[in-house]
């Protein structure tokens, strides 16, 4: 569901996998976001991690992600933030930011 909702978004914004600087999945489990990038063609270490500390945070997940993300790193003009979840594998969905 992930990896339909991102290259669907992806296709959208008119850009590639490459072109992502950072990819802010869901942080159900580590399996599914390496298995999005390898899906998807996106470099694993463009992946916010939080899960490790945090947990699958569930409708947090993303927001704790990007605050600690740029917490650690800022974020910058020019920047692709690819954000994407599932919800028990039926729904999902993902965006584009340009920052």
Not at 8 to 13: P, T, V
Not at 47 to 65: D, F, Y
């Amino acid at each position: 569901m992930m990896s339909a909702c991102a290259t669907r978004a992806l296709a959208d914004a008119g850009i590639g996998p490459a072109d992502v600087s950072r990819f802010v999945p869901h942080q159900a489990n580590v399996r599914i976001f390496d298995a999005v990038c390898d899906n998807l063609g996106i470099d694993p270490s463009k992946t916010v991690r939080t899960i490790e500390e945090h947990g699958n945070s569930s409708a947090a997940a993303i927001p704790l992600s990007l605050s600690l993300a740029y917490k650690a790193r800022s974020f910058v003009p020019g920047e692709k933030l690819l954000l994407a979840a599932a919800g028990a594998g039926m729904t999902g969905g993902a965006v584009l930011l340009s920052i």
